[in-house]
Nanobody, 126 residues
Framework: QVQLVESGGGMVQAGGSLRLSCAASGRTFSTLVMGWFRQAPGKEREAVAAISRRAGQTYYADSVKGRFTISRDNAKNTVYLQMNSLKPEDTAIYYC???????????????????WGQGTQVTVSS
């Protein structure tokens, strides 16, 4: 089992920045492909960014490319999502997710992830 705990959400004005953190426990963190997803009211959960086990490969949704950066610190068992130039349409609950250790490729679909955090709210005001 993997336990994931997100932090860093909050309210910010458009153009501002936030950094989300996700602390993992229960498995060797360096064996886990990690991802960030978000779900806005009335919409389906969507992939925002993902990162391979040693950070050699990343994925970004087109809507966040150039504004968001995913990173990880395997020594601290933590994955981050740096969000800059935030827009009102970025408002959502953001979830951290992990793939099973047997799955080594960066996934971009919700069904590809096996463990989920409880989510953290990000609200961007105009």
């Amino acid at each position: 089992q993997v336990q994931l705990v997100e932090s860093g959400g909050g309210m910010v004005q458009a153009g501002g920045s936030l950094r989300l953190s996700c602390a993992a426990s229960g498995r060797t963190f360096s064996t886990l492909v990690m991802g960030w997803f978000r779900q806005a009211p009335g919409k389906e959960r969507e992939a925002v960014a993902a990162i391979s086990r040693r950070a050699g490969q990343t994925y970004y949704a087109d809507s966040v490319k150039g504004r968001f950066t995913i990173s990880r610190d395997n020594a601290k068992n933590t994955v981050y999502l740096q969000m800059n130039s935030l827009k009102p349409e970025d408002t959502a609950i953001y979830y951290c997710a992990a793939r099973s250790p047997s799955r080594t490729e960066v996934g971009v679909r919700e069904s590809e992830y096996d463990y989920w955090g409880q989510g953290t709210q990000v609200t961007v005001s105009s």
